[in-house]
């Protein structure tokens, strides 16, 4: 930061390494430089302060097109004072005193670079149409605008000399721009319908899959289910059949063995008909040759066992000599 301590009759000066300082004593260079100190009258001397870092100048104008289309540049011009000396011989950048106007060499640069920008553009825009322009007409204007900012003669007398030219913007009139936009955005908004319309047609393709896959799937299990009921029905015949057969085996196994047991029980009937027959047969041959008394007291004994319980006997004289009588009489 320049500094300047002010005494009677004489000022001491104190400079900034961004400033580079001319001190003018009577028309003559005394000092000049970065950095700078010394002493100086302030009755006969004259200070310029000249700034050589690089500095940033942004630009904006209007221009028109080949098909008569206002359009608005924005640009940002990067430029340095290579020549303080030339410069504070040809622009405004004294040092003043606080209450006096402040120097005009920045606002003179900001001007010649602003009308020097502008011109170039105009000269360029006006040979090309809105929309070359804005397909391919900021890489030319750029170019433009750095070539004749750099070969410009006024700037390089005064010693100024332009380090880039960066074009940010070429846009035309809100309403133009719109009328452009316009199309891209129906464009857009078609591919985002097209999109959306067919986002739902997979999704009512998925739907409807997901539907038949559900319909098969119902279908496989009716025909599972009626695969299920036959097999249940034939299973259920079978075991019918089966119980029938089983039944009859039994009944047969019932009636061999009513059968069998009926012939063993007339056998046995038949056995002990014989038997009977054969020991009545031989009781018959026995008492034939048995004699009237005997028989008569075997069918006694054979009586007694049938007769019932006798509790009183009344024995007559008249039937005891009878009884007597048989029993001693002979045959």
Avoid at 9 to 37: C, D, E, M
Avoid at 117 to 135: N, P, V
Wanted: charged share 25%; hydrophobic share 45%.
């Amino acid at each position: 930061m320049t500094t300047i301590k002010r005494f009677p009759w004489i000022n001491h000066f104190l400079g900034s390494p961004t400033g580079y300082v001319v001190h003018l004593r009577k028309g003559s260079v005394r000092h000049h430089g970065v950095g700078q100190a010394f002493w100086y009258r302030p009755v006969d001397s004259v200070l310029s302060e000249v700034p050589v870092d690089d500095r940033e100048l942004p630009v904006l104008f209007h221009a028109v097109t080949l098909d008569h289309q206002d359009v608005s540049v924005q640009a940002n011009v990067t430029y340095r004072f290579s020549d303080p000396v030339a410069v504070s011989q040809r622009l405004d950048f004294s040092l003043k005193a606080a209450q006096e106007a402040p120097a005009t060499g920045a606002r003179q640069v900001e001007t010649i670079i602003g009308q020097l920008c502008q011109a170039a553009a105009i000269d360029q825009l006006s040979r090309l149409g809105l929309h070359d322009i804005l397909a391919q007409g900021v890489a030319e204007l750029r170019t433009v605008l750095g070539e004749n900012l750099t070969r410009d003669p006024r700037l390089n007398a005064t010693g100024i000399t332009v380090l880039g030219v960066q074009v940010l913007a070429v846009r035309p009139d809100t309403d133009m721009e719109r009328a452009l936009q316009t199309p891209i955005r129906e464009q857009l908004q078609a591919e985002a319908d097209r999109a959306t319309f067919e986002r739902r047609a997979l999704a009512v393709e998925r739907e409807r899959a997901i539907a038949e896959n559900e319909l098969a799937n119902q279908i496989e299990l009716a025909t599972r289910r009626e695969t299920l009921v036959a097999q249940e029905g034939a299973n259920t015949r079978r075991e019918a059949q089966e119980r029938a057969g089983a039944a009859e085996v039994d009944a047969r196994a019932a009636a061999e063995r009513v059968k069998i047991t009926a012939g063993a029980e007339a056998e046995k009937i038949r056995s002990l008909g014989e038997a009977e027959a054969a020991r009545e047969a031989a009781t018959m041959e026995v008492y034939r040759t048995m004699d009237q008394a005997t028989l008569l007291a075997l069918a006694l004994r054979e009586a007694a066992a049938h007769l019932p319980e006798v509790r009183n006997l009344t024995i007559t004289p008249d039937m005891l000599s009878g009884a007597l009588a048989a029993l001693t009489t002979r045959p």
